[in-house]
């Protein structure tokens, strides 16, 4: 057994220390949330701050349960991150794909790849895309727009290569054309920068709201994010949930509750994918 010097045991030490304590202050807010939202109005008035209520009550979260506009919401969030998710991989793992091999105009493609990941058109002409091309109040207004991430792009490129071209060749031998390679050998081979980047994918689809307030005028199709800003930001849940006001829970519990049941969702992805998740973000960057 290797014997490990003082020096490394207290860098070791002190590491553990210090990304405990970083750990600790990034959940406190969140544990806030989540004891304010089971908390009565009395205590939430009579503490200033409260990290385990005295009395747990869900009357908050059997409102908003009951609010057929957050049910609605959640239903076209997991719609819009299932397909988006679905869509980013499609495009970015074959343009990947193709970019690592020798092709026709190679250069050229990859130079635009770049080109996009330093420099944007904006939020005006992109909006005006979407609404020349008809994709105004669609989800795919949410989706195609942002079907490739270049930086997720050029490390799948690079993950792609690092993979032995005689794996390729054995196959090609074989007698498999190039779209059975990619589907029956390359991505097999690629479930951890699948599981990696597809957990990147829907938590930015899961997260996003600044498109759907530009894009989707129709309030059935806002996503989650869109309607717990109505509710936090605008300050009016029971407006925003279309929830009478009559016996309604205080408007800070509602909201610390809607708080909850958006992030909950999109955090119980991490421990199935967590096997793949380290591997997967290392991999692509060791062969350039």
Known sequence: MRHKSTANVLFNGINALLLSVVALVMMVPFLYVFTISF?????????????????WVTTSYAYILNSKPFIRSIG???ELTVIGTIVNLLFTTTLAYMLS?????????????????LFSAGMIPTYLVVKETGLLNSIWA?????????????VMRQFFLSIPEEIREAAVIDGANDLNVFARIILPLSKPAL?????????????????GLLYLNNPELWPIQVVLRQIVVVGEPQ??????????????????????LATIPILLLYPFLQKHFAKGVMLGSVKG
């Open 39 to 55: 908390s009565t109005y009395k205590e939430f008035l009579q503490s200033e701050f409260m990290l385990f209520p005295k009395t």
């Open 76 to 78: 076209v969030t997991v």
């Open 101 to 117: 091999r020798q092709v026709f105009a190679q250069r050229t493609i990859m130079f635009l790849v770049v080109f996009t990941l």
């Open 142 to 154: 949410l989706i195609l727009p942002v079907a490739i991430s270049p930086y997720y792009l050029i």
């Open 195 to 211: 599981a990696a980047f597809g957990l990147f994918y829907a938590v930015a689809h899961w997260n996003n709201y600044f498109t």
């Open 239 to 260: 407006a925003s949930l279309e929830m009478a006001t009559e016996y309604a829970p205080p408007a800070e519990t509602v909201q610390m509750a809607a708080i909850v």
